[in-house]
């Protein structure tokens, strides 16, 4: 990257890609997690798991919000020389980057169905859910801004998340159409072909 550029990626393909991999993982260990009856029993285990499940999908969403509100008002507009990161890329360094904290919460989850049955996927189902919820905000800000927030990717740590993080000191932006990803960091839609 010559002249000062950086490789930027956007902010809500980072903030949504842990959704999937949570959301999952949880379905997994709260489908599992159903099968043994538990201290609680399972009706005990599953109404408590749907109330981790809502506060989980609720509180999400608000963790950082004003930081993320502060750092979208002062974006700088990306540079001629900065590059922007493929949205795969993001997703896949993310995803390698928690890979060891994601394999112990499923576990975790799972060994917690002997005490409260469902419960711990439940509550991984719901932080999944959460991120997505994120992710959505983002997109609308996006949209209602006609502008897309990325973040540089050395900023995001070695495992790539945390993209309002300490060492985040500002956000680029660019126009609606840069990029590979629509607002909110889903895959962009293309035009079908006439």
């Known amino acids: 990257m010559a002249r000062g550029g950086h ?11 842990g959704a999937a991999p949570l959301w999952w993982s949880g379905v997994f260990a709260a489908g599992v997690g159903v099968l043994p009856p538990g201290v609680t029993g399972r009706r005990i285990g599953v109404l408590a798991g749907a109330a981790l499940f809502l506060v989980a999908a609720a509180v999400v969403p608000l963790v950082r919000r004003g930081r993320y509100v502060a750092l979208a008002r002062g974006a700088a507009r990306a540079g001629k020389y900065d590059v922007l990161q493929d949205r795969a890329v993001t997703v896949r360094t993310w995803r390698r980057g928690h890979r ?8 975790a989850a799972l060994g917690s169905a002997f005490a409260v049955p469902a419960a711990g996927g439940m509550l991984l189902a719901g932080l999944g859910t959460g991120l997505r919820l994120k992710a959505a905000w983002i997109g609308r800000r ?9 973040v540089r990717v050395d900023w995001l740590g070695r495992r790539g998340g945390s993209p309002v993080g300490k060492a985040v000191k500002g956000l680029r932006s660019t126009g609606i159409a840069a990029g590979d990803a629509a607002p909110g960091g889903a895959c962009r839609r293309t035009a079908a072909l006439a």
């Open 142 to 150: 996006e949209r209602d801004g006609q502008t897309l927030l990325w």
């Open 100 to 107: 060891w904290w994601l394999l112990p919460a499923c576990a």
């Open 7 to 17: 490789g930027l990626a956007r902010v809500a393909v980072v903030v949504r890609a």
